[in-house]
């Protein structure tokens, strides 16, 4: 969709106001004439228009897209930078020059974000006014694709934004490869419309025989699959390679091998990762909080505790089955169209599974899904 640039309105949310229910408008007029709101000292520089009730919004001029008002800024003052981790109002961007900068972020921005604690999130791409001493002022947060976010008390929280691929580790042994979890993630990247890659680690710990079923299954879905060896040093090329100009998110149980894969494909990591982690444990709400790793050849991975146990996306149960793309040709046999493909007769997916064209093995990780174990 192409963008218009052009003055907008924006009606703004007094200073300190619990927020008006959405769409009262003609509410939110009369506060603002009953009581103007002061500018502050983030406000100052943003012009004031108009007369009455319009001169309590501010007119900037900016580009409107499916996210709302994206304010255009003075280019030329303005670096471009990428959030790598993001703590209440205070976030730590790379900018584009290399260097790292402690932002806050313009008060504008927060008004006009759905949820102050969204207004800037790990991973997002942003302009900001690099001031002294390695501070900054974000003026402008770009659109985002490939959220995650957590849902707690019905309100999405974006913990992670831009992520474009997921790399779902597993491995040989040590633990057992556990390939329903393998098969949840997948559900979860085709729910955010990411890429996936699946990588089963430790493979000096089994016979190439008994991954050939696994690669099997996994190709036949699309999935680029990656048999490595963190220890070793196999399939780190090729993981190099997946992972170059693009920001993953990792995801698999404890103890798969994923720092030590990490650690394998950048082997300067380890000086990255405590850099970052400093900074982030300034704060007391340290553990939840995503932080990105930069990757020398170009690209970012991103590191969130919670994300690596949890489900990235929510998925319900009826949207399980369409995730499960080898099923859809014999889901149009089914002879109810509300077919569950557990226990009903007539079920074009338990008859494809007895036949061998199913594998059972996904099968049962759809069964064990939609069951919600
Ligand atoms: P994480 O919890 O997924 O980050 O896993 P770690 O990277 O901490 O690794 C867990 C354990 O598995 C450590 O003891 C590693 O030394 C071991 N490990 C990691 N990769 C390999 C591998 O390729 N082969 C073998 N045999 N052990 C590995
Ligand atoms: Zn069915």
Redesign the pocket.
Known sequence: MAKKKRKLRVEFRKNREKRARRGDLTRRAVDSLEQPAAPDDFDARESLSGKGALSRRRTVIGTEDEAGVVRDVDLSKCLSGRVLSSRGLHSLVRGDDGARYDCTVRRVLRTMSRDERNAVVTGDIVLFQPGGEGQGVIERVEPRSGTISRTSKGREHVIVANVDQVLIVGSAGEPALKANLIDRFLVSAGKGNVRAVVCVNKVDLTEPAGLVSIAGIYGRLGCEVVFASATQGAGIGRLRALLKNRQTVLAGQSGVGKSSLLNAIEPSLELAVSSVSEWTQKGRHTTRAATLIELGAGGWVVDTPGIRQLDLWDVSPEEVEGHFVEFRP??T????PD???TH?T?????QAVARDMITRMRYESYVRMIEGD
């Open positions: 014999f889901v046999l089914c002879r109810f077919c569950t493909h009903e007539g079920c074009g997916v338990q």
